[in-house]
């Protein structure tokens, strides 16, 4: 493992006003998807779809610093014949790849999962690297249902176990790991409760991460924001999450980790711009914190394009506004006003 480049990968990640597109649905999600634009989900429909994203040069250019693919994608060739790949790395993004390959059921433990892959990594991450992938993401998914009482300590043990180890193979392979381990903001929980349950997978995450001795420098972050469930009668302002969230990575996140790039997990879009925006208004922190964003930078995009030939301006200046927006609220220079002026 060759670690100060590993570490010039991580920061290049969350350059200044720069973050990451998450591109990389399962063929599951992105069918989800594509059904509620009404556009069938077939190989050539998603490749038109990415690569009308990978092709939007401004937002490519100046607020991407990478992407992360799903399989099939990395290996998807534009419609002109060129990789995929090539493209983005054109725009001067960095490519990556979602290696995980999904959860399932954990035994013994009713209603939880755990995120599968492991298996024969290691050869995967070598083609992935061979095809240009530079750095990559694992999510493991951590429920609350307080009637159910969970999480249970049990899945958070395995579940940060799977991330690590995930985490020590992508440094093998010279791979920047991307360690997501996501809250999920489903329930009616308070964000109280959000904090509490945050702090304990994050403090068992890093707990393993040492165990298994990755190397912290070289890797990128992505957690959820403390916030409230979406079926919670009482929701967070955007100071309350802003400051709770900070309260809790300052408590749990290593100085040592070079970035901090949060997933949106069903916020909003605006409102997953607005809490990143004043976070980094609070300031004064140890890492950049920047967005991954899946739904909260596609939602707009897909809805602009719906599958047609002739909305792909349309959909490049939705993907391009929501990426710039992204942008202002990484530095922390975002206001509500500008959501209206669509030059923006
Ligand atoms: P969302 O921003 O839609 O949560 O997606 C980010 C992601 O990569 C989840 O794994």
């Not at 090539?86 to 959860?103: C, F, M, N, Q, S």
């Not at 159910?148 to 958070?156: E, G, L, V, W």
């Not at 996501?182 to 994050?202: A, F, N, Q, S, Y």
């Amino acid at each position: 493992m060759n670690l100060a480049d590993l570490n010039k990968v991580a920061l290049a990640m969350v350059a200044p006003g720069k973050g990451l597109l998450a591109a990389d649905e399962s063929g599951g999600t992105i069918k989800k998807r594509f059904d509620a634009i009404g556009v069938e989900s077939t190989e050539a429909t998603r490749r038109d779809y990415r690569e009308m994203l990978f092709r939007s040069s401004a937002a490519m250019t100046e607020t991407i610093s990478g992407v992360i693919l799903y399989d099939e994608t990395i290996w998807q060739n534009a419609a002109d014949g060129t990789p995929l790949v090539k493209l983005i790395e054109a725009a001067g993004a960095i490519p990556g790849i979602k290696v995980d390959e999904g959860t399932q059921a954990l035994p013994n433990c009713p209603g939880e999962t755990i995120t599968v892959g492991l298996d024969r990594l290691a050869e995967r991450l070598a083609k992935y690297y061979e095809r240009g992938a530079r750095f990559a993401k694992w999510r493991a998914v951590i429920d609350i249902n307080q009637s159910a009482h969970i999480p249970s300590m049990t899945a958070i043990h395995v579940n940060a176990h799977a991330l690590a180890r995930y985490a020590a193979l992508c440094q093998q392979a010279q791979i920047v790991p991307i360690v997501e381990p996501e809250v999920l903001m489903d329930g009616d929980h308070d964000i109280d409760r959000c904090v509490e349950v945050t702090t304990r997978v994050l403090n068992k995450t890093f707990q393993e991460l040492r165990i298994q001795r990755v190397a912290l420098e070289g890797m990128i972050l992505k957690p959820n924001m403390a916030i409230a469930g979406k079926k919670c009668a009482k929701q967070a302002s955007v100071t309350e999450v802003a400051e709770k969230t900070i309260r809790m990575l300052k408590a749990c996140v290593p100085a040592a980790v070079p970035g901090i790039a949060f997933l949106s997990g069903g916020q909003s879009d605006e409102d997953a711009t607005a809490h990143l925006d004043a976070m980094n208004r609070i300031g004064g922190l140890p890492w950049p914190l920047t967005f991954s964003y899946g739904r909260a930078l596609q939602a707009a995009p897909q809805k602009a394009w719906s599958g047609k030939a002739e909305n792909i301006a349309a959909g490049q200046r939705a993907f391009t506004h929501r990426a710039r927006m992204n942008s202002l609220a990484s530095t922390g220079t975002w206001s509500a006003a500008l959501e209206t002026d669509k030059a923006a």
